[in-house]
């Protein structure tokens, strides 16, 4: 049974930084695409950052020079490094593995088949 923990989360001013990681369990890392999404309230979920099994990454446009997703195959987890957070990060964020698809779809919650239950990250002005 595949298991996605996050953790990392938590509450920062703007310009402040968090590292999310997810602890994969029953799933190897580098099976399939991996990703980072998020959902604020009221709003849908929307992609973040995506890895491939030979770690090639897709950033949107939003976070793109602020976050960084990597990998660490002997931990088996995915990790995401945020930089220069701003409120409007704030959201929960979820870890997202088994994804599959052509290059475009890699942040598309619709092509991952497991998800975590996500944690919550706040970011104050």
């Known amino acids: 049974q595949v298991q996605l923990v996050e953790s990392g989360g938590g509450s920062v001013h703007a310009g402040g930084s968090l590292r999310l990681s997810c602890a994969a369990s029953g799933y190897t890392v580098t099976t399939n695409r991996m990703a980072w999404f998020r959902q604020a309230p009221g709003k849908e979920r929307e992609g973040v950052a995506a890895i491939t099994p030979d770690d090639y990454t897709t950033y949107a446009d939003f976070v793109k020079g602020r976050f960084t997703i990597s990998k660490d195959n002997a931990k088996n987890t995915l990790n995401l490094q945020m930089n220069s957070l701003q409120p409007e990060d704030t959201a929960m964020y979820f870890c997202?593995?088994?994804?599959?698809?052509?290059?475009?779809?890699?942040?598309?919650?619709?092509?991952?088949?497991?998800w975590g239950q996500g944690t919550q990250v706040t970011v104050s002005s």
């Open positions: 997202a593995a088994g994804g599959a698809g052509t290059s475009w779809t890699r942040l598309q919650a619709r092509t991952y088949k497991y």
